[in-house]
Nanobody, 113 residues
Framework: QVQLVESGGGLVQPGGSLRLSCAAS????????LRWYRQAPGMERVLIAL???????YYADSLRGRFTISRDNAKNMVYLQMNSLKPDDTAVYYC???????WGQGTQVTVSS
């Protein structure tokens, strides 16, 4: 069955970095776009980064320059490197695949001193 499992979240101080990972299985990983979303408390879930099967990349304007999405098709992994984190980045982060047909369970990122 299809699985997406995020990891790498946690508590980090403002200005710090985290690298989120998403391990995928059960579908033809290399053939699909992969996305990272986040959902802050009381807010809607929003798309923050996307990498296509051809490795074209999109970022939400507010995050460009701080976040980097990447994929490793050999390992069926997608990553989100997050730098210069701010308290406003606090959210549950989700990976999704195949035009959002598949979702992970989310990983909590908290940015606080």
């Amino acid at each position: 069955q299809v699985q997406l499992v995020e990891s790498g979240g946690g508590l980090v101080q403002p200005g710090g970095s985290l690298r989120l990972s998403c391990a995928a299985s059960g579908f033809s990983f290399k053939d699909y776009d992969l996305r990272w979303y986040r959902q802050a408390p009381g807010m809607e879930r929003v798309l923050i980064a996307l990498i296509t099967s051809a490795s074209s990349i999109y970022y939400a304007d507010s995050l460009r320059g701080r976040f980097t999405i990447s994929r490793d098709n050999a390992k069926n992994m997608v990553y989100l490197q997050m730098n210069s984190l701010k308290p406003d980045d606090t959210a549950v982060y989700y990976c999704a695949a195949a035009q959002d047909r598949y979702w992970g369970q989310g990983t909590q990122v908290t940015v606080s001193s």
